[in-house]
């Protein structure tokens, strides 16, 4: 295996936490209650802060293969849409099916099923991960899991609370899950760079797991007394560089300050 796909891999593991920390954060002051505000916004922290040591070590590794001398803020401010690997569903916005416009407001079962059906594949990542032959990136999934753990915890107690809810929760959930499961699929397709640092002993593939992360989701969903709808057979492609509508608008307002002061410091 070469460095290169060690490097797109961490990469992929940062701007997957990178992505979802910033939409995330939008709930910052606009919570549904004050509680549920604070909690996000340390949650954003945990994976921004996630995404800080993955591009670190990334910066690592880029400059033993390229020989560049890159921070994290080169990474997170200075690269095109088509750079980023993260998995779609990570930057769709707060809002799915029954929203009338764009500008209509932040769905809350949107996010909650979104950080469950994430945060239920990180716990198997990281778990894993605290045995890769990369040291230092066993270390990040050391610390990272302590913080999924609980990211976990809360999406999935919430979904049971709008799941088992009234009937407008129970449907704005149900809406929720049938819009965003169809993404999970890209989890668990593997491609050369999965397959090359599974080979390396870097990282399992995905796919590993999966039937795990379908028995944590199914359990949840069954207390929830929601339904897991009808796997379909397209396949997102955002680790690719291929993104959806809404990545462009995101990095727009992730990265302008920064790409307005290069430099800069405060």
């Not at 609980?150 to 809406?175: C, I, K, N, P």
């Not at 379909?232 to 509508?245: A, F, L, P, R, Y």
Request: glycine content about 4%.
């Amino acid at each position: 295996m070469s460095q290169k796909e060690h490097l797109a891999y961490v990469l992929r593991l940062a701007d997957n936490a990178l992505i979802l920390g910033q939409r995330n954060a939008e709930w910052c002051s606009h919570g549904p209650a004050l509680e549920e505000d604070i909690a996000l916004a340390n949650m954003s922290l945990d994976l921004i802060g996630q995404a800080r040591l993955l591009y670190t070590h990334a910066a690592t590794l880029d400059a033993s293969l390229n020989g560049t001398q890159k921070t994290e803020d080169d990474y997170a401010y200075f690269r095109t849409e088509r750079e980023f690997a993260n998995y779609t569903m990570t930057e769709l916005p707060h809002f799915g099916p029954l929203a009338g416009t764009t500008r209509t407001e932040r769905d809350y079962a949107v996010t909650i099923v979104r950080n469950f059906l994430y945060s239920a594949l990180m716990i198997e990542v990281w778990s894993a991960l605290q045995a890769s032959s990369d040291a230092q990136l066993a270390a990040i999934a050391a610390k990272s899991i302590k913080e999924t753990r609980y990211h976990l915890h809360h999406a999935r107690d919430w979904l049971v609370r709008f799941g088992d809810g009234t009937e407008e929760s129970h449907r704005r959930a149900q809406a929720a899950l049938d819009y965003l499961m169809p993404y999970t699929r890209e989890f668990f397709a593997t491609d050369a760079i999965e397959q090359a640092v599974a080979d390396a002993g870097i990282a399992p593939l995905a796919s590993e797991f999966e039937a795990a992360w379908r028995d944590e989701v199914h359990a949840a969903l069954d207390e929830a007394t929601l339904e897991a709808p009808a796997q379909v057979q397209h396949i997102t492609t955002g680790k690719h560089g291929e993104h959806s509508e809404h990545m462009g608008y995101l990095l727009a307002e992730m990265q302008s300050l920064a790409r307005q002061h290069p430099g800069a410091s405060w």
